[in-house]
Each structure stands twice: as C-alpha cells, then as structure tokens.
C-alpha cells in the first residue's frame, strides 16, 4: 500500500527500514503523476541527507564479467563494513517481477548480504527516464546511510556519458581478447575512464591479461587527461579469484583523496547537479513540442522534405515552431 | 544597397555574381529579422541547386599550418578546374573589416583567383548562431555552383564537432612535436578524423613527421571506424613545399566514391540535414525559456540552491517549469 504522507517515507529511509526504502523507489520509478509529485516532496526533504557516498560508475565491455567484478567488489566493501547500494541503468530494460529475480541471481552472495541492497534498472522508453529514476534512487540510497554507490551501466547508446555524469570515479572493465583487444570499444569510453581494470587475470590468463593492460594503458595516452589531478589508473584483476580487488578500491579512495582536496569533488558535483536540472528542462521542452498537435501532424511530412533536401532546416525549423506559437496564442 | 526582392538575390547567387554572392551571404549573416526572413526564402529557393559540392572539413591543432595548408590545397583545386570556397566556423571570432583583410591576407595567393571564395567566420554570440551562417552560406556557395567547399573550424570549444557534422569528410592537421605529439589533442577530435595529416613534413622535420604519423596511425587503431566503408588514412605532407596535397585530394575522392557507391554519403546528408533541424528547435525552445521573465529572475537563485545541493534538480527543473506555463496560460 502506498500512502500519501511523505513523512513516513523520510522517517523510513532515514531510518534505513529497507522495505519503506523499496515503496519509495517504487514511488520514484512509477509513472503515475500522484506518485512522481510525492516522490518529488519525498526527495527534496531528503537532499540535506546526500552526497556523502562514494559514486562509483561501472561500464564493461561484453563478457568481461560486469556481475561478477560488482559482487566481489561488494561483497569485500561489506567485510569492511561499508554499505553498499548497487543501482543500474539499462535503457533497453523492460523490467519485469522475472529479471528482478535474475539480476538478484547473479549476484547471489551480494543479495544476501544485510548491508548490500540491490535494485535492478527501472524501465523507461529514455535514456533520460531511466537515468533520472536511478539518480533520484541514488539519493534515496545515500540518505538511508549507504556510503558507496555501484551504479551499472550496460553500455547500451549513451548509457555510459549519463551513468559517468552521476558518479565520482567511472570505472570501465576490459578482458584481454585475441590481440585485437582494442578494437569494438565504443567510442569515447575510454575517455570517460578514471581507470581501466582489465579481469580475469587469471590461470593461463595472466600474460595476456598483462598485455591487454600495456596497450591500454598506452592508449590512454593519447586521450588528454580530465583533470591534471588524475591520471587514469590501468590495472588488472581477477573478480573469480578476489585477486587485485583491494588495490582497485585503493584507487577509488585515492581518487577521492585528491578531488576532496583539489575542492574538484565538490565542484563536479555542483556542476553534475546544474547540468541535470538542464537536462530535466530540455527533455521537458522537447516533449512539449512533440506533444503539439500541429507539429505531430506536420513533423513526418517535414522531416522527408528536409531529409529530399527540398526544404532547408531553417525553414523547416521556423515552420514547426510557427505552429507552437499559434497554438500557444489561442 | 540591399533590395527586399528575392529574386534579383537568387538570379545573381545562380550567375555566379560575386557581388550579390556577397551582399546575400551578408544577409544570412545580418542579425535583423528582416534580413533573415528574406535570407530563408532565398535559401529555401536555392535549395534545389545545392548538394553537388565536396563538402570538406579541416582542423588542426595550433601551430599545424592550417592557413597555408587550405591555401595550397585550394590553389591545387583551383589549378584542377575547381571552383573552391573556403568558409570557418569560428565562435570567438568578432569579425571588423580588419579581420576580413587579415583572412584574405593570410591566403593571398588563393584569395586572387577568380574560381575561389573565400569567406571568413561570421561573428556571433553562440557556436549555435555561428554554426547556422556558415552551413547557410555553404548552401549559397553550391548554388553559385563552387564544387568543392572547406570548412575550417579554429578548434575552440565543440566546433570540431559542429564542423564534421556538416562536411562529408573531415581532416585534421597535426605536426610531428617533440615525443608527446598525441598529448594535448582535443578529446574526441580524432574519433571525427576521416583522415589525419602530419604536416611540414619537409627538410630535417621528414623523419619526425613520419614518426609522427605512425604514432596517429597506431591511436587510430584504438578507436572503433566509423563506418565499414572507410578506414581513416594518415598522411604525411608539406603544404609549404607542395608535397603530398594531390594525395590528400585523391583520398577525399577514393571516400566519396566509397560512400557514393554505398548510398551512405546520401544517408549522411540526411541525417545531417535532419539533426540541424532538430538543433535549431532546440536552440529556439531553449532562447524562449531563457527569455521568460519568471525564468530570469528566478534561475540565479535556483541555480544556486541546485548547487548547494538544498533543492534538488528535478524540483528546480519542476519550478522553472512551472513558470512557463504560468505565463503561457495568462
């Protein structure tokens, strides 16, 4: 049952009563304009709790061991005695009572632990949807005391640009291939890495796990650095074994060091904060236009004349925003 | 003098006139509306007569010899029977006559031929604004049937970007420097290359420069081709002393050819025309919010809670919001 009092939301979550910390993620990811405006009130009261977790963004390529890196990565955070929300954004998600059990599954160490909490992405038909419910879910997690935040990307389209504007540290997780390790990374991912981690070096698989991570960290060379505070880390790990698990999460904390000192934490934050409330009214904007009725008519039309090159962008552009301006002075 | 008949703009543009070549291209880039209403039924008129040209884009890290490359091409092009303008996309530029004669001095041996144009960037406030005048003047330009368009971009905050997203092929202008010649180059700028030239490859700086091209040469590798059709080339050349431009040329036509024959140069041009539609909504939309007095006053402060983290992004988004349509429906 979903109640209307945002209070008793704010008292659970601050409580870290896990099944109030459920109904208001159900809140936040529901599509019913009552529960986003609750979720809304729920969230704002909730902002004085934020912001003290470590963000950390994981992306990999396929088959590199994404599920199996994040368990043991969390299950050795929880030893330490860290609380840990791991939290995904999968745009291609059409989550269902089903796949909440499979990514449970694969992470079935993790799932159990009393100071882990797992939640699958929430569906949406955007990027931008998905993205907002997993931020907002983030700030929930934060205010209910867990310090570090996993979020997953899958790597679908733009997942891993929006997942790398929410965290601190973005983490991208590699295998070594058959000598052409770096070719079919997407582009830009690597650009976006505070550090490399190539898994599964292990076995017969050391050597070429070694090697892979030489090239990469050679071709993190020729991506100009973010920061001159940081210089992308390249390393290897075993997530089967537990070998290198440690030095990873070393890194994240050193990171974190140097941006708390340099003031860069909190500014990338602030400016992650500023860049989203766009994002939001862009989004908001768009959506507006879409839904007019005389742009809906004409927008197929106008498109393939722009697409013939018989009529010019800019005409076409005038001509759709024309009939947002007529209908706005009716 | 400028007339309001767009006809006599049109006849002249078709003719080849240089004079009304300017005085239209002065009218795309004039910022009173009457200008620009009678620029957009120009453009809309023309646009049966464009799309023939090369569309070339060049960049280059500073220092590259971009000026003297352009005009050693240009000249080649020329001397080939083409008819070339060489446009810029450059958002800091406050163009005043002088700048104009300084453009046309850095290029003096192309600026005298009577089958090349050349116009420098046209100032103004957004990369957006500027973006859109140079686009509109490329289609002018095809009309006045030049054949071959370059497209420089100075480099200075997302024109790359907003350059390859209007040229079929871009290029970019290095130099061999002293070891590091892969630190420094702006992110992503590579992964737009359809070919990457070492430049000054001539006297003592030979060797380095071809070092320098196996170094880029190797970097490609590490980002994923844009398309299967084409691989990006590196090159070495020396504008100063002519060498290796005819090679550089018969590139740009071995990639045309590709992308003519796969349909994809068409696709492309689609989805480019499209995709500036679609900026050129959003530019607008966003102009309306910012104008909104609500939104005006209101956003310093709000902004400032966002970044403080006391109200969170999707509340101030929510806010802002609702000052649209509060004046909306008055």
Not at 31 to 43: D, G, T
Not at 118 to 130: A, F, K, N, Q, Y
Not at 245 to 256: A, F, M, S, T
Not at 274 to 302: C, Q, T
Request: aromatic share 6%; with cysteine; glycine share 8%.
């Amino acid at each position: 049952m979903i109640t209307d009092d945002p209070q008793s939301y704010i008292q659970g979550v601050l409580a870290r009563d896990r099944r109030v910390l459920a109904k208001t993620i159900t809140l936040i990811e529901s599509s019913l304009p009552a529960h986003q405006r609750l979720a809304r009130m729920i969230i704002d009261q909730l902002m004085p709790y934020t912001g003290k977790a470590v963000r950390l963004g994981i992306t990999g390529v396929p088959g590199a061991g994404k599920s199996t890196f994040i368990e043991s990565l969390g299950t050795m955070l929880v030893q330490k005695g860290h609380q840990v929300a791991v939290l995904a954004v999968d745009p291609s998600s059409k989550r269902s009572g089903g796949s909440v059990l499979a990514d449970k599954t694969r992470m079935e160490k993790l799932a159990v632990e009393k100071s882990a909490f797992i939640r699958p992405s929430p569906s949406g038909d955007t990027l931008g949807g998905v993205a907002r419910k997993t931020r907002e879910t983030m700030m929930v997690c934060e205010s209910a005391g867990f310090d570090v935040m996993i979020v997953e990307t899958v790597g679908v389209g733009q997942s891993e640009t929006t997942v790398a504007s929410m965290v601190d540290f973005f983490l991208v997780l590699m295998i070594a291939g058959a000598g052409d390790e770096l070719q079919g990374i997407k582009k830009g991912i690597l650009e976006l890495a505070d550090a490399v981690v190539v898994n599964k070096a292990d076995g017969d698989n050391i050597e070429r796990a070694e090697f892979a991570r030489k090239q990469y960290e050679s071709a993190l060379q020729f991506l100009a650095p973010c920061s001159l505070t940081w210089t992308p880390s390249v390393l290897t790990c075993s997530a089967l074994k537990m070998i290198g698990i440690d030095k990873i999460w070393e890194i994240v904390l050193d990171h974190r060091k140097k941006y708390v000192a340099t003031g860069e934490l909190e500014t990338n934050r602030k400016k992650q904060a500023v860049d989203w409330m766009w994002s939001l009214i862009k989004e908001d904007l768009k959506e507006r236009f879409y839904h007019n009725a005389d742009v809906k008519n004409m927008l197929p039309k106008i498109t393939q004349e722009v697409e013939n090159g018989t009529t010019a962008s800019t005409v076409a552009a005038s001509q759709l925003l024309f009939f947002l301006d007529k209908t706005r002075s009716v």
